[in-house]
């Protein structure tokens, strides 16, 4: 952890925020008392595109044309 003082922090604002940004968590402090704290932001660890690969089989005829009687039912009308 890295302690600022206030009047280091405004001058050098954007250095701190890609040290935060990299990991480092920075105290920014006022007369020696912590104030604020710059942390990095965690990331989403969601699936990334493409984690589907090999595990997806598409039909060959999956842009055919849907049967009347499904198109009816998606479009309200009864038969």
Do not use: Y
Request: charged letters at 30%; proline letters at 9%.
């Amino acid at each position: 952890m890295i302690i600022v003082p206030l009047a280091e922090a405004k001058n050098n604002l954007s250095k701190l925020v890609d040290d935060a940004a990299a990991g480092q968590v920075i105290t920014i402090a006022k007369h020696g008392r912590p104030l604020a704290r710059l942390v990095p932001v965690e990331r989403p660890r969601g699936r990334r595109i493409g984690a589907m690969k090999g595990k997806l089989i598409l039909s060959e005829d999956l842009d055919a044309p849907l049967p009347d009687d499904l198109l009816d039912a998606f479009e309200g009308r009864q038969p």
